[in-house]
């Protein structure tokens, strides 16, 4: 044998190991990806608290009825929780878009957004108000990082926690450029993501226990023998108008006024990604809001694309406020 192989061997051994790890949760090709590398990141904002049912609730009432809720106490009074909880709180909330900061750095304020769902759905009885917070959080690179990269880049079919946790330390250095992630904060991330989409006993799930993020009923992340899997969600409890609001949030980030039914299927941010969704179920979605006027489909001589309705001004908040009021 030659005596360089002696040495050689045992690297190409470890690298056909480290290749065969990557390959678990990655499939052939990459996700295309909307606009420039992640300049901005955030890790564990959450204070590794989840979203709760009720929080949302507590939440807006408290930023309606007062500004400066966040400011005393970080809002742990006014909400009934603990400091950290309420700074969950307080982060789950802008990070969704419900709340923003205003020119008194202590005060906060309701957006339009925020003001719509208090005012049609302040109790979260409709799906469609938990949709809204998903597809903001996950479309959000810069304050939610981690959730952005779990549903926009991984394209694994089924992963340990392990898995998750070492694929998600790749990805943060290919789409921030950055190789010093502390571990640690991203392990933490990596958790609360399965908590809050996922939970153990589906047979003895109780709908009072406040412990269980109300997330994990859009049927997006099974668990399974210690493994997890993506899933497409029950088509039944989601709207063509979590489709639409998303199709509309890609044409404005993009300044455009028409999108490849592929790019809403791979690229990150459409519906493809952010909702699971398989071609079959995507078309059947762009057809049903086609048929409603609200997008137009052209899939002559294989064209396969989406076109904004011109006559109407509508954008993300217009689809939202349509939802309510139909």
């Not at 997330?215 to 063509?240: E, I, M, T, V």
Request: contains cysteine; aromatic residues 12%.
């Amino acid at each position: 044998m030659c005596p360089l192989w002696r040495v050689c061997q045992p690297l190409c051994r470890w690298l056909l190991h480290q290749k065969s790890a990557g390959n678990k949760t990655r499939k052939k090709g990459r996700v295309r990806r909307m606009g420039a590398m992640i300049k901005k990141i955030r890790l564990k904002g959450h204070e590794t608290f989840i979203l709760r049912e009720g929080w949302l609730t507590k939440g807006l009432a408290a930023a309606e009825k007062d500004g400066t809720v966040f400011s005393k106490n970080s809002g742990a009074d006014a909400l009934g929780v603990g400091t950290n909880m309420a700074k969950a709180i307080r982060y789950w909330m802008q990070s969704a878009g419900f709340i923003g900061k205003t020119e008194n750095r202590a005060a906060v304020k309701l957006e339009l957004l925020g003001q719509l769902v208090y005012q049609k759905d302040p109790y979260f009885e409709d799906d469609f108000s938990y949709w809204l917070v998903h597809m903001n959080l996950v479309t959000n690179a810069e304050a939610v990082t981690s959730w952005y990269l779990f549903f926009n880049t991984l394209q694994a079919e089924e992963f340990t926690r392990t898995e998750l946790e070492d694929y998600m330390m790749r990805e943060y250095a290919v789409e921030t450029g950055r190789t010093e992630i502390p571990r640690r904060s991203l392990a933490d991330d990596c958790s609360a993501i399965l908590r809050m989409y996922s939970r153990d006993h589906v047979e003895d799930y109780d709908p009072e226990d406040k412990s269980i993020s109300p997330f994990a009923h859009l049927g997006l992340l099974k668990l399974d023998g210690g493994k997890y899997r993506k899933s497409q969600p029950n088509l039944k409890r989601l709207s063509p108008f979590a489709v639409w609001y998303l199709i509309e949030k890609m044409w404005e980030e993009n300044k455009t006024n028409s999108i490849s039914i592929a790019s809403l299927l791979e690229d990150a941010k459409g519906p493809g990604k952010v909702l699971q969704l398989k071609r079959a179920a995507l078309n059947e979605y762009l057809d049903k809001l086609d048929n409603y006027g609200y997008i137009r489909l052209n899939r002559t001589a294989g064209l396969d694309m989406v076109y904004k309705n011109e006559e109407k001004k509508w954008g993300p908040y217009e689809v939202a406020e349509l939802y309510y009021e139909k």
